[in-house]
Every structure is written in C-alpha cells, then in structure tokens.
C-alpha cells in the first residue's frame, strides 16, 4: 500500500510565498519522478511542475520563474516552492508519484495523493 499525504497549503495574501510537500509511504523501491497538479473550481485538472527521475524539471507557463519543484530522494518527499502567488493561483493541489512498490515488479504506477488547498486572497 502506498500514501502520497501533502502539507503546506493554506491561505496567503498575493505576493506571498508557500512551500508544499508531498511525502510518500508504503511499499516503495524506488520512486521515478513526481508532479504537481492543480484545480481550480470549474476547471480541469492541471500540470503545474514535474521532476523526473534524472532531476529534470517542467513548468507550466504560468508558473515559470515563481514555483520551484525539488524532492528529496531518501525521504520519498517532494516540494513546491511557490512565490509571488497570484489570486489566480487559488486552487486545490495534489502530487503524484510514479513508484515502483519492489524490486520484483518493474513496472512504474501512479499514485495521487488526496490535496491540500491553496487560498491566494487579501
């Protein structure tokens, strides 16, 4: 079984700065890459940052040069370092992970963890 559990939503006011964590746990061998969602009320679903399993990363094009994503490989945890929020950043924000849960199956699944809500309001 595996649990993807954020933490650091919340509500800022614009300009402000937020840092997300996604934390892994369960049956894990190895974790290939990790991303970060988000959705806003009425909209779909969204990427807003991926890092892959070599440290590389992408953003969305509203997110590029404010939000940073890291992770740190031997605590199964990742992060979204997100400034200068705007009121349309306001949305709910899930992780995901692709994971291999042992070293018998070779094969990567997605797992989602349940979100954290992030308020962007003054």
């Known amino acids: 079984q595996v649990q993807l559990v954020e933490s650091g939503g919340g509500l800022v006011q614009p300009g402000g700065s937020l840092r997300l964590s996604c934390a892994a746990s369960?049956?894990?061998?190895?974790?290939?890459?990790m991303g970060w969602y988000r959705q806003a009320p009425g909209k779909q679903r969204e990427l807003v940052a991926r890092i892959g399993g070599g440290g590389s990363t992408d953003y969305a094009d509203s997110v590029k040069g404010r939000f940073t994503i890291s992770r740190d490989v031997a605590k199964n945890t990742g992060y979204l370092q997100m400034n200068s929020l705007k009121p349309e950043d306001t949305a709910v924000y899930y992780c995901n992970a692709d994971i291999r849960v042992e070293r018998s199956v070779t094969s990567f699944s997605r797992y989602w963890g349940q979100g954290t809500q992030v308020t962007v309001s003054s």
């Open positions: 369960g049956s894990i061998f190895s974790i290939y890459a």
